[in-house]
């Protein structure tokens, strides 16, 4: 039954997670609400639910390092798995001027991070300060965007334009919003217990399995969105995408979840993971400033680099016991 509760919330997940998202944004254009808005919030951060409903579930059933892990692992993915697939698909440049803003507040976001993670604990306090940097972040890039017609801007429109029209009344799409929070939130109940019965049976420290599996599969969405821009030749889209999550994916997500629990840093996410974090970060930023062509043998180096990172988390090279 673990295995398949695991795959069950999976697939729970990626489905909800997309109903929500694809719902949220009709009916914000049926409202009337810009593009711009719709493409830098509904989109940009909406991705990130699964993420957001595991981790919080994870920190009520006294699982934080599974919460830790799912974060941590999760901006790993985004970029060395989502963006190496994309460049898989198609090889692409993103222009500096529309990923400078938000692969700058990337960077700050995860320096910060990390930094908090080496005090071994992030809490109440911290979660506070967390999520009113988001949100004066947030009320920043819309006031700008709003009174722009930059790239940036134009990139934040593209990546509400990317999920399409729902012709459907208002009623219906309402429907598929809330039947999707339900799935979301059942998908992330089945995925934390299966996850954590993983870990008890194999011996396997919870924040291993959030850094590998619950990981992988909450960014199930950015990897089906950035897959269909790719194909479609958005580089910009897969990549705002990208960069939305990461910042709230650390900021957005650590910020409620430290709210319920404290949030504990192991040894080995303090000394290993956060750092592998970083150089991920560090690796992608001249992509981004540059504009820079992602090849194929780009992306094939950054997709076997998460592999392996997947893999040492299970043969001790770098997920020994504590």
Known sequence: MTYFFIIAGFALLLLGGEAVVRGSVA???RLGVSPLIVGLTIVGFGTSLPEMVVSVNAALVESPGLAVGNV????IANIL??????????PFSV????????ALAMSAVTLVYVGLGMTGYIVFWHGILMLAVLLAYIGFTVWHDNNSNDVAAEMHREEA??????HL??????????????????GAEWLVNGATNLAIAFGVPEEVIGLTIVAIGTSLPELATSIVAAYRGHSDVCVGNVLGSNVFNLFGITGVTALF????FSDKIASVDLWILLAATAIILPFLLSGRTLTRIVGLVFVG????????????????MP
Do not use: K, W, Y
């Not at 941590?72 to 901006?75: E, L, M, P, R, V």
């Not at 222009?95 to 938000?102: E, L, M, V």
């Not at 629990?261 to 504990?264: E, G, I, K, T, Y």
């Open 161 to 166: 334009e990317e999920m399409g029209v729902i």
């Open 95 to 102: 222009r500096p001027a529309a990923a400078r803003r938000d």
């Open 261 to 264: 629990v404290p949030l504990p």
């Open 27 to 29: 009916l914000a254009q």
């Open 305 to 320: 680099g998460h592999v392996a990172f997947v893999g040492a988390q299970f043969t001790g090279i770098a997920g020994s």
């Open 81 to 90: 798995l989502i963006l190496g697939v994309a460049a898989l698909i198609a």
């Open 72 to 75: 941590i692992g999760s901006n």
């Open 169 to 186: 009344r208002t009623i219906s799409i309402c429907g598929i919003i809330v039947t999707g929070l339900f799935a979301v939130v059942v």
